[in-house]
């Protein structure tokens, strides 16, 4: 018999190590590749959040702004201020459907606005039971409208009380003086002027605040700063608000009358040949408007600017997540300058990406 001889070869220790090295390579590209594309997601996602939450934010507050004063007659002697929403103009303090609350009245911004406003809450079923006023022809003279039950308890729940004004239909402000399970009274001779049939809603009148709240984790939840409305948050990331206004008859400098004529006031001197020419510089930014005749009744328009950013800052795409530079100056709005600002870090401030969002907005019922 013969003997075979067996032929075995396998790896050199040279050949094993180059296996293992291009095996590293390929494994390092692919999870480089993977960490990568996963940041660039995460990235894109809060892109998309932030774009989102500068126009949610936006809408609300133009939503709002357009209904403040929603028919509340600021102007009759006998209303009454609901919440906060009035100015002391010399030594008398008066109600008004819009406040504006500029972060410095006599210069530059070195933080948000805020801004105030009345309006209207009315959940369903807060309508009349009862109607009230007659009829063009034959006219009662009430100081009592009936509700059910159950809505005089919801009303109270939203901050009914005595001395609060309502909204009947959205046309007639009364002041309450006395609240029953099913009515709401007005007073001796304080009637309800015009014919309102059963069914027409009635609202609860408050004072709401928009503002920026920053480094509050108790309020938003976290350091990032939010948009609050009556200290309710609303919207993460945002960081400043701006808020400019274009009024008739607060500034009676020539070419302007000196009554409010309809047209919104030539501040910056534009108009010509007698022919009313409406632009940016027409708004006005600082002002207290709590001296005559720039008082906050003369508001027509308001500019709301909102700059809005990520919760949480980029990672970089690199390997070792690096910060970059993803705004690379302070984002100014109206006359804020963030580089002004006590607490402005630029290195910290650079590493997140933000959103300028400007939208021009008139109020339908002041």
Known sequence: MSKLKSNQQGFTLVELMAAVLITVVIVTATMTTVVTSNRANIVNTQVADTQQNVRLAIDLIGRDIKLAGYNYNATDPSTRSVGACN???????KPVGLLPQDQTPTGADTGPDAVSMVLPVNTAGWTLTAAVGGTPNNRTYD????????????????GLVVGSTISIGGALSKTVQVVNATSLGFGTGNFVDGQFPIGTPVYVMQCVRYQVVANTPATCGSNTPCLVRNNVPLVDGVEDLQVTYACDGCNQAAPNPLFPDGVVDDHDASSSSGFPTFTQGDFVSNSAWAITPWTPDKIRMAQVSLVVRPVNADDGLDEKGSKAVNTTGPVIVGDHNPSTDSTYDASVYQQQRRRV????????NL
Do not use: F, K
């Open 143 to 158: 100081n009592v409208i009936s509700l059910s039950g159950a809505a005089i308890t919801e009303m109270v729940a939203q």
């Open 87 to 93: 100015a002391t103009i010399g030594a008398i303090v």
């Open 357 to 364: 969002m400007i939208r021009t907005i008139q109020p339908r």
